[in-house]
């Protein structure tokens, strides 16, 4: 399995980006699906999550500001994200929680996308 991120990039506070994860040779689409957030010197953490039937989860700091979906045909699942703000700043990663704080994955970790937010 292969995950790779895409869609990263520099932004001003209260812009937009879409976050893409690919998923090849995989079961992704029966898997539950979590976008990961690592900042500047800090732990990774999940700041969302779908199910393989549509159901999301979100972290606090991103409820109403994040959308998660997915594509189980393409193998391919999004985080779109507005209203930006500097502490969203950091590399974000894609992979299969086993739990449902995202601390356990089923896959290695691939490279991440960087996501840059300017004040």
């Known amino acids: 399995v292969q995950l790779q991120a895409s869609g990263g990039g520099l932004v001003q506070a209260g812009g937009s980006l879409r976050l893409s994860c690919l998923a090849s040779?995989?079961?992704?689409?029966?898997?539950?699906v979590g976008w990961f957030h690592q900042g500047p010197g800090k732990q990774r953490e999940m700041v969302a999550s779908?199910?393989?039937?549509?159901?999301?989860t979100y972290a606090d700091s991103v409820k109403g500001r994040f959308t998660i979906s997915r594509d189980n045909v393409e193998d391919m699942v999004y985080l779109q994200m507005n209203s930006l703000k500097p502490e969203d700043t950091g590399v974000y990663y894609c992979?299969?929680?086993?739990?449902?704080?995202?601390?356990?994955?089923?896959?290695?970790w691939g490279q991440g996308t960087l996501v840059t937010v300017s004040s």
């Open positions: 040779g995989s079961i992704f689409s029966r898997a539950r």
């Open positions: 779908i199910s393989s039937d549509g159901r999301t």
């Open positions: 992979n299969a929680p086993l739990d449902s704080s995202g601390y356990y994955v089923a896959h290695s």
